[in-house]
């Protein structure tokens, strides 16, 4: 059974990727799953110097789902390359850096700096919805999302995926745009904008107001969006939004995804990962299915 | 390599029983989170309710070696705890743990404990390790509970906001009435009372660890949600620490209320 799968010219070992934000850099999960184990890690958003995230309450949880208003709360890049790189260096799983910034050049300064770190790919965030300037600002016109792409790329020595907003009209458009602009390889897709009011309190359970909508609430929007956009364009997407089980995965491998990421199911069950790779590999076994790559894509 | 990976364990209700209005005690046999857990941790419970994801933080109220015992003491809080409540003895759960840091115990010496409300519960194993002089302030709306358990390790005062049962008033109250500016202090309950003892230690000039509550996603750091505000040295001069992870136990001077 071949279960490897190549983008950018990367090869992981098996499809399953962690949703960036829900794994920081792996070392909670050390207790439980071996990281060895796991096709890559995306690891949480890293800005050029540290944030500090927004107020609580972050957390507020939603029928099938859940909303955060995090913030990208990170530690920065040279904190990320000095701790983060050699821990997870330790593990033979491919590292792959969400890029967080407001700017541009707060996007290209992290990229710059991570040329010379050993580090496999980039992921760029241009679709939080819990940060004001940058973030998802890029992310919901196709001709900012190119513009960034094309100048984050330019700096960029590592392959570089763009992580896309479902909070668009049109995300074919976008998809097309960021694939013309150099990018290569689609993440979609991030979480939707939400909101949830406490009816007793009068006011929103999140500090934020607003916040970002995840878990198997949204699979359906990912699994139209990643549909969609493997449609139109050539370069490999990442599929993620709800993904509990292995049949989640396959579901969304099947409407175009070439490798998926499991972001939510990570703080309900931190050893979802493996629980979603073994559920990988009972449906290739049941259906006899020796390449991971043929379920790719496969409805029409 | 090692094997022995962190898990949920699915374990058998005990019991689940009202002890006070809206105040539930939850019995579970789980050797290993009996064996592991100091006092101020806590533990992840799950719903069977799939549409419900996140665990449900609740601390530990106590732990018998000798019979593999968990003991929870939770209050119905929303919508989560009210099913949780509902859950009968003999049927499973799926629990994890445990989290946190839990307090720093130390040996000796003259030790006040001050609890609000369902902050009380922690209070049981903390009264129970600690040794020396233990002193207990506890504070409620009206309805008493765990006052008789913690009787058993320390000496015991009691205030309700209503003065129905012991000092009418504040927990802060019953420590200036009674002059009980000594010891080490630990304290949980919510953020007002913990508000108002933070200034009360630092006026009498005693270190405090403070048990803090806060929305949690994972409880155990991954998702960075259920933060609080501390002092830092940096350019904002304040940072934000994990609740599940650094803490809930902090050190009184550290914490900004906002």
Known sequence: MKLSVSIAGVEFKNPVFTGSGTFNSGREFVEFVDLSKIGAVVVKGVANKPWLGNPSPRIAETYGGMLNSVGLQNLGVDHFIKEDVPFLRRYDTKIVVNLAGKTIEEYCEVADKLRYADVDMLELNISCPNVKEGGVAFGVNAEMAALVTREVKACSKQPLLVKLSPNVTDIVSIAKAVEAAGADGLTMINTLIGMKIDVHKRKPVLANKMGGLSGPAIKPVGIRMVYQAAKEVGIPIIGLGGIMTGEDAIEYLMAGASAIAVGTANLVNPSATMEVLQGIIDYMNLYGVTDIKDLVGVIA | ?258
Not at chain 2, 110 to 117: F, I, Q, R, W
């Open chain 2, 1 to 258: 390599m090692c094997n022995h990976y962190k898990e949920k364990i699915t374990t058998k209700i005990l019991s689940n029983k009202t002890i006070a209005d809206n105040v539930y005690e939850m019995q579970l046999t789980v050797p290993s989170i009996v064996k592991e857990a100091r006092a101020g941790q806590f533990v992840n419970l799950y719903l069977k309710d799939e549409s419900k994801l996140l665990p449900r933080p609740i601390s530990i109220c106590e732990v018998d070696i000798q019979t593999n015992i968990l003991t929870l003491v939770y209050a119905v809080f929303g919508e989560g705890t009210r099913i949780i409540s509902g859950y009968m003895a003999g049927s499973d759960i799926q629990i994890m743990g445990p989290f946190g840091n839990g307090y720093e115990l130390t040996e000796g010496g003259t030790h006040l404990l001050v609890g609000g409300g369902v902050g009380t519960p922690p209070l049981v194993e903390l009264a129970k390790r600690l040794s020396g002089e233990i002193i207990v302030v506890v504070g409620f709306k009206s309805e008493t509970y765990l006052v008789e358990e913690l009787k058993k390790y320390a000496t015991v005062y009691v205030a309700t906001d209503d003065g129905s049962t012991g000092f009418h008033g504040t927990v802060v109250d019953v420590l200036d009435a009674h002059n009980l500016r000594t010891g080490k202090v630990y304290a949980c309950g919510p953020k007002p009372m913990l508000k108002a003892l933070q200034n009360w230690v630092e006026e009498s000039q005693l270190e405090a660890q403070l048990s803090l509550e806060e929305r949690m996603g994972c409880g155990f750091g991954a998702c960075v949600g259920c933060v609080v505000k501390v002092i830092s040295d940096n350019e904002a001069g304040y940072d934000y620490k994990k609740v599940c992870v650094d803490g809930p136990v902090f050190n009184s001077k550290e914490v900004i209320f906002s």
